[in-house]
């Protein structure tokens, strides 16, 4: 079974083992702890529930790229969720973190005012389990993938 470590300063959530030093916020390895339950799965993944959907990160991959370099990579468009999610200061998306290949790149940060949880980012990769965790600050962690090739 994947093993999840969560950060208690950040809630960044790191796979297999916890990282030395969190990559986020910097904290030491000490406030990691193994949690289980760090990633809310759906009931039926086949059949998604409204409160699923709504925190559920939605992945769509955009083939037409548009670097100018000509590197490998991809467009990918990010939305929590498939039904959108409120955003009120009592509840929220607060951030979601990139992965890919369980490896950790970015975390986008949101408030809970006018934006959506939503990015288009341009990926510099066209290989691997690109994936990304939505945290919701009453509904926790909830994650989706998807393969880039
Ligand atoms: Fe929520």
Redesign the pocket.
């Known amino acids: 079974m994947l093993k999840t470590f969560v950060c208690q300063i950040c809630l960044h959530i790191a796979f297999n083992e916890a990282p030395v030093d969190c990559p986020v916020c910097g904290s030491a390895i000490e406030n990691f702890e193994n949690d289980v339950d760090a990633i809310t799965t759906p009931v039926d993944p086949a059949n998604l529930s409204e ?1 699923e959907k ?2 559920i990160p939605a992945i769509r991959l955009e083939r037409a790229c548009t670097s100018e370099s000509g590197g490998a990579c991809t467009d990918v468009f990010i939305k929590v969720g498939e039904i959108e ?2 955003i009120e200061t009592e ?3 607060e951030f979601i973190d990139i992965y890919i290949n369980r490896q950790y790149f970015s975390r986008i940060v949101f408030t809970p005012k006018k934006i959506y949880p939503s990015v288009h980012l341009h990926v510099n990769a066209d290989k691997g389990m690109f994936s990304v965790i939505a945290h ?4 926790g962690s909830w994650r989706s993938k998807i393969k880039l090739d």
């Not at 919701?136 to 509904?139: D, G, L, R, T």
């Open positions: 409160f709504k925190h999610h409120v509840h929220f998306i919701c600050n009453i509904h």
